[in-house]
């Protein structure tokens, strides 16, 4: 049997109901956000001045930013977990957070003397923040390939990519409760490339760990 055929034949047989789906991705989702957390707090711990921080604006634009990037991805993720459905107009939605937040940056560098832009950009954690966001991605990594896996995804290497861009994104929302950094174009660069990292993994893996 062809491919095309195979993937007509899927979409034709009764889709899982939505609640059944929501109910997979929120065990998964809840149980990799719970392991998450714990790991953040016993590698890196909840930094000391949260509730200053909360009065702080961008304390909130990134878990903004970071949760709307999540919501657009678990939109993606339950989508390519249907045989033969594409993203269509969901790109814009990942896309529009990132640029959101990339806009942001840019008005906040060409505001700043050009002796600030350097520390606006490093901060002061720029070594430790992206691979920090990888690793509290890896119980959310697992727990979304898991979800998928009950599906049936054919679009594998996007389906993995999505997956990873769901886990990476709520992982950033985990490592901000550390995350001393509050200006935009740290964040526009060192949180996407902690993103990006699980994103372009889950890429890699999903041809593998979803086939079926």
């Known amino acids: 049997m ?19 789906v929501l109910r997979r991705f929120t065990v998964a989702l809840a149980l990799g956000l719970a392991v998450a957390f714990l790991l953040m707090v016993a590698t890196h ?3 000391a001045d949260l509730a200053q921080a909360t ?3 961008m304390f909130w634009g990134k878990l903004i930013f970071a949760g709307g990037l999540a919501f657009a991805g678990l939109i993606a993720t339950q989508r390519l977990g249907h045989p033969g459905v594409r993203l269509g107009g969901v790109s814009l939605a990942l896309a529009a957070p990132v640029l959101v937040l990339w806009l942001v940056a840019a008005v906040v560098l060409f ?10 950009i490093l901060g002061e954690t720029w070594s430790t923040c992206v ?11 697992a727990a979304t390939l898991w979800a998928l896996r009950g599906l049936a995804p054919t679009h ?13 994104s709520l992982s950033t929302m985990v490592y901000a409760l550390h995350c001393p950094e509050s200006g935009a174009p740290f964040v526009a660069l ?19 760990v979803l086939r079926w």
Request: charged share 15%.
């Open 2 to 20: 062809k491919t095309d055929e195979l993937i007509s034949l899927l979409a034709a047989d009764p889709a899982p109901e939505p609640r059944t």
């Open 45 to 47: 711990g909840i930094r």
């Open 111 to 120: 505001g700043a003397a050009p002796a600030q832009r350097s520390h606006l």
């Open 55 to 57: 009065g702080e604006a």
């Open 131 to 141: 691979f920090s966001i990888a690793l509290l991605s890896l119980p959310l990594f």
């Open 156 to 168: 594998l290497a996007l389906a993995g990519a999505s997956s990873g861009l769901l886990a990476g």
């Open 190 to 208: 060192w949180y996407v490339l902690g993103i990006a990292i699980p994103t372009v993994a889950g890429a890699v893996l999903g041809p593998k």
